[in-house]
Structures are given as structure tokens and as C-alpha cells.
T-cell receptor
Framework: EPEVTQTPSHQVTQMGQEVILHCVPI?????FYWYRQILGQKVEFLVS????????KSEIFDDQFSVERPDGSNFTLKIRSTKLEDSAMYFC?????????????FGSGTQLSVL | DAKTTQPNSMESNEEEPVHLPCNHS???????IHWYRQLPSQGPEYVIH???SNVNNRMASLAIAEDRKSSTLILHRATLRDAAVYYC?????????????FGKGITLSVRP
């Protein structure tokens, strides 16, 4: 079965540094998402993306965050100036359509540690 | 988003059926009921979804109450690999992307 690929699996950075998390969605999918999960907490929605635009974003997704689809296969999440509280597992997801009966495919995540 | 209510945890024995309940009394007519699960240290994984009728797939069955205010995910024969957090989610159309909103889910433990 096709899968969403995320790299790196672990990222350690210093507070204030910029990080870019990489995702390769499933090739024929058109809708892309980023979620995060702080240790021991719920999976939280960050942003959804379609047709090279942000469709929806949560309150968490402030000006420090940005997303980009730089080419036909990659989907990135950038955090400009990381904070300690950005430490979390970040999951990328994609779906073929946006319909409510459509399923999302998730990657295995990038564990971000901000020191 | 309409809310779902699940017990915090459940235990089962290996090779026995498991019924995971979910209440969603404020569900609207167009909300789909989705179930995802998250194995330890992994991303969420789709399990099954339905609207009104019961659904079966290779992973599980979904039984939906006639009034749609509750549903039950059925694992017919639990294995150790089924130990995970199971999320019952109502997916409503909100525009260009109808996101999934995760709750706390139910933690399923499977005893050998």
C-alpha cells in the first residue's frame, strides 16, 4: 500500500533555530495536512493545504509556521524560530479528496526536540 | 465539530472479540463516523468509516445505531498488535478541507 514518508525521523535543534520538516505525500493525493502531538497529549491539527494554498489553520499555526509544496512531490513544514514548546511529534497526512468520507493517510512522524 | 465520548481505556484478551463504544449524540445528518488508531510511536492509521449502515472491512466492523447517536468498533479477534489508542471521530464538511479533529481516544490493552 502506498505510504506517506516523513524525514527526518528525529530532529534536534536549539531554541531560536529554524527547522524544516519534510513530507512526501502519496503521489495522486491533492490534500495535505500537518498535525502535531506533544508527548502524552492529543493529536492536534495544525494546517491543511490544497492547490498551493492554506485551506485552514489552527490557532497553533501562528506566524512562526509556514508550509510549502516546493515541487510536485514534497510538502514541508517550516518553523522559523523554534521554542521549547514546539517539541513534539509532527505528522504529515494526505488524502485524495477532501470529502468527509475520504480517509487520511498519515506518515510515521518526525520527533522534534528543541533544546 | 460535533463531539464524541469514549471510555478512557479497555482491556481484552488475545483472540477474543473487542467492542469499542463511542457516543456522539450531537451528530448531524451529514457527519461521517471515522475510526482511526494509533499504535505506540506511530502515526494515526485509518481503520473504518461509515454514515448510516454497518460497515465491514479487513480490519474491523463498524456498527452504527439506528439513530446514529452511537457506534461501536468491533475487532473480531484481538491480537497483541491491536493494542493501541482508538479514536472515534465525526468528520463534518467545513469547506475546502474537512479536517479530522482527534480527541483522547480509548486505549486498548490486549492480554496474551
Amino acid at each position: 500500500e502506498p505510504e506517506v514518508t516523513q524525514t527526518p525521523s528525529h530532529q534536534v535543534t536549539q531554541m531560536g533555530q529554524e527547522v524544516i520538516l519534510h513530507c512526501v505525500p502519496i503521489s495522486n493525493h491533492l490534500y495535505f495536512y500537518w498535525y502535531r502531538q506533544i508527548l502524552g497529549q492529543k493529536v492536534e491539527f495544525l494546517v491543511s493545504f490544497y492547490n498551493n494554498e492554506i485551506s485552514e489553520k489552527s490557532e497553533i499555526f501562528d506566524d512562526q509556521f509556514s508550509v510549502e509544496r516546493p515541487d510536485g512531490s514534497n510538502f514541508t513544514l517550516k518553523i522559523r524560530s523554534t521554542k521549547l514548546e514546539d517539541s513534539a511529534m509532527y505528522f504529515c497526512a494526505s488524502s485524495e479528496q477532501a470529502a468527509t468520507n475520504e480517509k487520511l493517510f498519515f506518515g510515521s512522524g518526525t520527533q522534534l526536540s528543541v533544546l | 465539530d460535533a463531539k464524541t465520548t469514549q471510555p478512557n481505556s479497555m482491556e481484552s484478551n488475545e483472540e477474543e472479540p473487542v467492542h469499542l463504544p463511542c457516543n456522539h449524540s450531537t451528530i448531524s445528518g451529514t457527519d461521517y463516523i471515522h475510526w482511526y488508531r494509533q499504535l505506540p510511536s506511530q502515526g494515526p492509521e485509518y481503520v473504518i468509516h461509515g454514515l448510516t449502515s454497518n460497515v465491514n472491512n479487513r480490519m474491523a466492523s463498524l456498527a452504527i445505531a439506528e439513530d446514529r447517536k452511537s457506534s461501536t468498533l468491533i475487532l473480531h479477534r484481538a491480537t497483541l498488535r491491536d493494542a493501541a489508542v482508538y479514536y472515534c471521530i465525526l468528520r463534518a464538511y467545513t469547506g475546502a478541507n474537512s479536517k479530522l479533529t482527534f480527541g483522547k481516544g480509548i486505549t486498548l490493552s490486549v492480554r496474551p
